[in-house]
């Protein structure tokens, strides 16, 4: 029981860091950034060019952001489950040597 949620909590970190790693990976130019695997901003119209001073800028969709980061989750913990099992069966070979 004490293994699932330290799991939990490895794989929403590292989620968070994988949406941090693709929101850097597909920034723009001008500051916004796409998402990837979805996207999730959009220019403001009827502004022919971004610009932060004159209020033409990136709106954000918080549901596709959310989106994004259960995907990355998803991913995380299949990878953090992996981990685990693997260092698992390095403890149990080492352990019938000695």
């Known amino acids: 029981m004490g293994r699932l949620p330290k799991s939990i909590v490895l794989s929403l970190l590292l989620g968070f860091f994988l949406l941090l790693?693709?929101?850097?990976a597909t920034?723009?130019?001008?500051?916004?950034?796409d998402g990837f695997p979805?996207?999730?901003?959009?220019?403001?119209l009827p502004c022919t060019r971004p610009n932060a001073f004159n209020g033409c800028g990136y709106s954000y969709n918080p549901v596709m952001?959310?989106?994004?980061?259960?995907?990355?989750?998803a991913i995380a913990a299949v990878a953090v489950s992996a981990m685990d099992q693997a260092w698992n069966l390095v403890l149990s070979r080492s352990r019938r040597f000695l």
């Open 21 to 24: 790693i693709s929101a850097s």
């Open 27 to 33: 920034r723009e130019p001008w500051g916004a950034s």
């Open 38 to 44: 979805l996207r999730y901003s959009y220019p403001n």
């Open 65 to 73: 952001v959310g989106l994004d980061f259960l995907f990355w989750i």
